[in-house]
């Protein structure tokens, strides 16, 4: 298996980390908990958000959950923030959807926050910024690397 930058950026940083590969064609989060059988609140998605003035956002959730674009607002301190569609998530991010990590967008201009439920969970699952493979990641070790902000999203 070719290593993914974000497979690189951890072992660099001397974090524990395990692969998890699922089918290529699938990019529902729920689905792919239940194809590994896995939790779906310990498997994360990375949505991108997008905001009138600055820089998008990437939000990570766990599957099962569905972002509060309002609560996200007001938790940011923005007036009003969208979802990008995948067209426009893909060409922010120059990633498939089903494969946008923080962990291969670092230094790419992306404000990165986490829900809250996260710190609940001793690791979680993140797209390894390629379709069809997770990589499992220690949550404190996560929010370290990325820098991400824990808000309440959902």
Do not use: W
């Amino acid at each position: 298996m070719e290593k993914t930058l974000a497979m690189k950026l951890l072992q660099g940083r001397k974090v524990p980390f395990e692969t998890h590969i699922y089918p290529e064609t699938e990019r529902d989060a729920e689905k792919i908990a239940e194809y590994l059988g896995i939790p779906a609140a310990e498997v994360y998605k990375t949505l991108v958000v997008t905001r009138a003035k600055g820089k998008p956002i990437l939000c990570m959730l766990a599957a099962e959950r569905q972002l509060n674009l309002k609560k996200l607002a007001k938790a940011l301190g923005e007036k009003k923030l969208a979802l990008a569609t995948h067209a426009e998530a893909e060409k922010m991010t120059g990633l498939k959807v089903g494969g946008i990590s923080p962990l291969a967008l670092l230094n790419k201009g992306f404000a990165i926050y986490i829900d809250e439920p996260a710190k609940e969970c001793s690791r979680i699952l993140v797209s390894s910024g390629k379709k069809g493979l997770n990589l499992g990641v220690p949550v404190p070790d996560l929010i370290k690397i990325t820098g991400a902000k824990v808000v309440v999203a959902t």
